[in-house]
């Protein structure tokens, strides 16, 4: 392998929760149509991109993870990142030349956004280390190109998506909300989800539900009066194929949670609490459930700039 400079450039990027996900019945795309309420919460993966001669890409993966398989070479989003920067970016359709770390600390396949993050943290230091500079929008239009999900990993913050969930808006959100998440080993697959949601409501509206009381209860600052506001259409499908979710929803909330909601298209599920400490009290009582139980707070900013990493020694 070439021997890459010692300068990095590191992105950290944040998970994600729906606080509201309406979903209508599916468009002629096969997409759905969604009215979606996104929050980014203070679990991160960190991606490095490191000047070289070739291009590689490694993975480290956080210990709660548990074994958790990642696509491999030329199949992971941070590879298709990287190809379709150099496709629209360099006049002379470059090559990718790069080495490239993701340490992940955001479950795999958990409803929370973690391969829409790192591809939001690709798409921001390799526009830098190849000093492209991308336009904002036009990012966000490449970020829309690979997935759903991967605008609002670059905004952050609070967000409202509409269309298959790429039409981003930030909303003035000036809470600090307190989170317990509880990951799972399992993963659950999105297309499975949504597939799932179709047989179990084959007359569903084709306008998804309205995210507006959710942004009202958000404006209100009382988490009691956001707990009521949650709710996520495809919890129902993520439930009917994981019924153990149901049961650890119910327990999370006996344990004292405001509320307890299937993360995305799951198999996570977050139970929101009334402040930091009852967080922590609500996720010692799961920890003799699960296995891994985490706290977190929201919102937290999108794929942002944090450091310069010296390339590791052998
Ligand atoms: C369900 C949500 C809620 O935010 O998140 P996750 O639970 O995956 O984190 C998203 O809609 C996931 O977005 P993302 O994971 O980016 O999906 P994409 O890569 O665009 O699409 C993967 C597949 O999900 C289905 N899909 C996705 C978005 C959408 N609005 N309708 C869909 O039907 C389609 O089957 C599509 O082929
Ligand atoms: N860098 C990556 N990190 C995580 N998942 C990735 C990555 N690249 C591709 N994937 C794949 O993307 C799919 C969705 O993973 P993820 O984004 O973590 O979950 P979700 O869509 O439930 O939020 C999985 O099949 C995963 O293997």
Redesign the pocket.
């Known amino acids: 392998m070439t021997h890459p400079s010692r300068q990095g450039i590191t992105v950290r990027a944040a998970a994600k929760i729906n606080l509201h996900l309406g979903v209508g019945a599916p468009r002629e795309d096969g997409f759905h149509p969604l009215d979606t309420v996104y929050q980014a919460v203070s679990l991160y993966d960190d991606l490095t991109a490191y000047a070289a001669d070739d291009w590689s890409l490694s993975?480290t993966v956080a210990d709660h993870l548990g074994a958790v398989e990642?696509?491999g070479p030329g199949d992971?989003?941070?590879d298709q990142v990287a190809a379709l920067l150099c496709a629209t970016g360099c006049a002379d359709g470059c090559t990718p030349r790069a080495h490239v770390e993701?340490s992940?600390t955001?479950?795999?396949?958990?409803?929370?956004?973690?391969?829409?993050a790192?591809a939001a943290a690709a798409l921001v230091a390799l526009d830098r280390l190849w000093d492209l500079q991308t336009p904002d929008e036009q990012l966000l239009a490449l970020a829309a190109q690979l997935g759903s999900?991967i605008p609002f990993s670059l905004v952050g913050g609070t967000a409202r998506g509409l269309g298959r969930g790429e039409v981003v808006t930030p909303i003035d959100d000036t809470g600090n909300w307190s989170w317990v998440v509880v990951p799972d080993a399992g993963g659950l697959s999105?297309p499975a989800v949504y597939r799932h949601y179709d047989v179990l409501f084959p007359d569903a509206s084709p306008e998804p539900a309205s995210a507006q009381p959710l942004l009202t209860a958000l404006t209100s600052g009382d988490p009691f009066a956001l707990a009521a506001a949650l709710h996520n259409d495809l919890e129902a499908a993520a439930v009917d194929l994981r019924p153990d979710l149901g049961e650890l929803l119910a327990r999370g909330e006996m344990e004292g949670a405001l509320r307890g909601l299937v993360s995305?298209?799951g198999p996570t599920c977050v139970f929101l609490c009334d402040s930091a400490e009852a967080a922590r009290d609500v996720a010692s009582s799961l920890s003799s459930v699960r296995p891994v139980v985490l706290t977190a707070h929201g919102p937290v900013s999108g794929a942002h700039v944090v450091d310069t990493s010296p390339f590791p020694e052998n």
Not at 106 to 116: D, K, L, Q, Y
């Open positions: 993975t990642l696509p992971n989003v941070v993701v992940k955001i479950p795999v396949a958990g409803g929370m956004a973690g391969g829409s790192d999900d999105t995305g298209s």
